[in-house]
């Protein structure tokens, strides 16, 4: 069996020295980036099987790092930040992110998320991370969407913004993406553009 890789992308010497200690004690192999361009170079070169991401980094955002990341690759990421306002939450799990851990944290519960996801993320035959989608009954997935979730899907299908859709429906912009994150969860994707055909598909097969 291959080794797990786990990219640790973190300017803190300190923090990054602690948490690569713990998920190396773990058997992970951890390679280490101390900045947004770096953690790019080495996703592109290593392909690891999961990111721990901070958020403040010297040169770019994580979140920005998260949506490069995004364009070519399903690897889990998972957000760690001293900034815990639930916009900034729903912001790393809407652009991407499949986990936020707020500092400071136990290292411990940190390396319990990362299993985690790495869990949700393989197949039963292991090997390097890759997405293996549960097929979810349309009439399932119909139960699961509360009637505000299928309102501003519907509203989504229309081609509204987050912000036009909040002014419809008298919320913020923060209670949009809120929202958004729970439907994408529900119907297991990663967008607005899949939500949407996701939803259209089980139209069409007659569900709704």
Known sequence: MSETVVLLVEDDEDIRELVAGYLENEGYRVEEADSGRRALELTESLRPDLIVLDILLPDMSGFEVCVN???????????MSCKDEAEDIISGLTLGGDDYVTKPFDPQVLVMRVKANLRRYRGTGGGRADIQPVRIPA????QALTKREEEIMDLMALGLTNEEIAGRLSVSVGTV????TQIFSKLDVKSRAQAIAKMHEIRNAGSF
Do not use: A, T
């Open 69 to 79: 990341v995004r364009e070519k690759h399903n690897m889990p990421i998972v957000f």
């Open 139 to 142: 009439e399932q997935l119909l």
């Open 177 to 180: 993406k809120w929202f958004n």
